[in-house]
């Protein structure tokens, strides 16, 4: 009877080696971990390992993501993948040995069973594609009614719309800095609060409740320092119409962070910050009804909820 230990010692393997305890011996031909000759009668076929060495791995932090929510996705053994949801295309970025990044989940996106599509490049050069089973749950939002003063007659002609640079930059994807874990930019506790929800669907001076909330408002006094949620590059700092004074952190990899209605921003463009920097403080320029932090999580172009990425509930 020929042993277990004694084929592994022939093709140079240790009976320890990672991802060999499923290992089976075959006899006969093929191609395998080595090739039956003379002095090997049998062939070793360990699972997910090819000749050309292992195939790509895909973990999900988790399958059941809200509305508004997000996944945190590695690919290992592979040399370059990207993820997409509802034709929505994520970047997964290198890390510690993986292929990482965030598959956002849109506020309107349906609940429901769907795909995480990934498609990449394996460490032999090789195409391949995964399709991993996700369901996304339905989001209870919350609704406000907000009342605005009229505007100043007397104040200067406004500015133009910010969103559609927004946009534009929450699209780009650069190299990645972020690193877990992400931090909330100011600390609950005693006047600091949370004033209002992403999600959210308000109602201004008695108008309809309509749209969805796309950051959330951290209520603090006026002045309270604002720290940037992770590393990244400052990529918008000025004066917005809506925003008023405004920040804008890219993290790389198709994750970036807004930090509006700041009495002063701390920061410039091009400047590099780490997880905690000060970025501003807290104020109440542009549309708002008091001192608060509008903070703003966006991945791969979809806006989500910064606190769900706070407490460990989606897995990261």
């Not at 195409?127 to 605005?148: G, K, N, Q, V």
């Not at 505007?151 to 969103?163: T, V």
């Not at 002045?223 to 400052?234: E, L």
């Amino acid at each position: 009877m020929v042993s277990r230990r004694r084929i592994l010692g022939a093709l140079g393997l240790a009976a320890t080696a990672p991802g060999l305890a499923a290992l089976r011996l075959l006899p006969g031909a093929g191609a395998a971990s080595a090739q039956p000759g003379p002095d090997r009668p049998f062939r070793a076929v360990a699972p997910l390992v090819g000749t050309d060495g292992p195939r790509a791995a895909v973990t999900l932090s988790f399958r059941n993501p809200f509305q508004g929510g997000a996944v945190y996705l590695s690919v290992q053994h592979a040399l370059a993948a990207e993820a997409r949801l509802f034709g929505r295309a994520y970047a997964l970025a290198p890390g510690a040995g993986v292929l990482e990044g965030f598959v956002g989940v849109g506020v309107a996106d349906p609940p429901g069973p769907a795909a995480i599509g990934i498609s990449g490049v394996d460490l032999a050069g090789h195409a391949f594609t995964y399709s991993e089973p996700i369901t996304i749950r339905a989001t209870s939002w919350t609704y406000d009614d907000i009342w605005l003063p009229p505007p100043d007659p007397h104040a200067p002609p406004p500015l133009e719309p910010e969103q559609p640079r927004l946009d534009a930059l929450y699209a780009t994807v650069t190299p990645r800095q972020w690193e877990l874990p992400f931090i909330i930019p100011v600390e609950l506790g005693g006047p600091v609060f949370i004033s209002g929800y992403f999600g959210e669907q308000r109602s201004f001076n008695g108008g309809p409740r309509t749209g969805h909330h796309g950051g959330t408002d951290i209520g603090a006094p006026m002045g309270t320092p604002v720290r940037s949620t992770n590393y990244g590059t400052v990529v918008l700092s000025e004066l917005t119409l809506v925003r008023g004074e405004l920040v804008v952190v890219d993290h790389g990899a198709g994750v970036l962070s807004c930090y509006g209605h700041l009495s002063e921003r701390r920061v410039a463009v091009g400047e590099q910050v780490r997880r905690g920097d000060i970025v501003g403080l807290v104020g109440s320029t542009g549309l708002s009804s008091g001192p608060h932090l509008h903070w703003e999580l966006s991945v791969g172009g979809v806006l989500v909820d910064g606190l769900r990425w706070l407490d460990g509930t989606q897995g990261f």
